[in-house]
C-alpha cells in the first residue's frame, strides 16, 4: 500500500495525464527522425526512442503507484499525533534550531516550500510517524544519531 493525501494523488494523476499527453509528441519526434534516413547513425531517432523509453518508464512507475494509492482522510486523524499530511515543527536538541517538516506520501521534490518534506520510508519519516506533540523522537541518520522535540503540528 502506498498511503498518500488527497493532494498528493491529485498532483500524481496530473503528472499521469502530462506523460500520457506527451505520447504523441514523442511518437511525432520518433518519425520525423526516421525520415532522415539511416538509423544506425541517427542521433535524433536514438534520442527521440530513449526518450520515449523514459516517458513510458515514469507512466509505469506514476501507474502501479495510483494503483496502490490508499488517500489518507486527515479528518479522522488526532490532532495531536503526526499521520501523512501533517505540517510539523521540530526541535533539534542538540542545536535548538527550528524548521517545519511535512510528512507526505509521496515527495513533489520542491525545494521552494517553507517546510521539508519527508515520506514514510525515510529515517524522518519513521520516527515521526504517530508520534506527538512533546515527544522527543530519535531519528537514525546517515551522520548519525539525533533528536528532535515536536513542537507543533500546524
Keep these: 500500500m502506498n498511503y498518500m493525501t488527497a493532494e498528493d494523488k491529485a498532483r500524481l494523476e496530473e503528472q ?11 511518437s511525432d519526434r520518433i518519425g520525423r527522425a ?13 534520442s527521440a526512442k530513449e526518450d520515449q523509453g523514459h516517458n513510458e518508464r515514469k507512466i509505469r512507475d506514476l501507474e ?5 494509492a490508499v488517500v489518507v482522510d486527515d479528518q479522522d486523524m488526532p490532532s495531536d499525533m503526526v ?29 521552494d516550500a517553507d517546510f521539508i518534506e519527508v515520506t514514510p520510508s525515510s529515517p524522518m519519516g519513521q520516527s515521526l510517524l504517530k508520534a506527538r506533540v512533546g515527544e522527543t523522537i530519535k531519528v537514525d541518520l546517515p551522520r548519525g544519531e539525533r533528536r528532535f522535540e515536536i513542537l507543533e503540528i500546524t
Design 16 to 26: 499521469l495525464k502530462e506523460l500520457k499527453a506527451n505520447r504523441k509528441a514523442l
Design 34 to 46: 526516421r525520415e532522415l534516413g539511416d538509423l544506425s547513425e541517427n542521433a535524433e531517432y536514438h
Design 64 to 68: 502501479e503507484k495510483l494503483a496502490s
Design 83 to 111: 499521520f501523512i499530511g501533517a505540517t510539523v515543527r521540530l526541535r533539534d536538541v542538540s542545536s535548538g534550531d527550528e524548521d517545519l517538516y511535512r510528512l507526505v506520501g509521496d515527495s513533489s521534490g520542491a525545494v
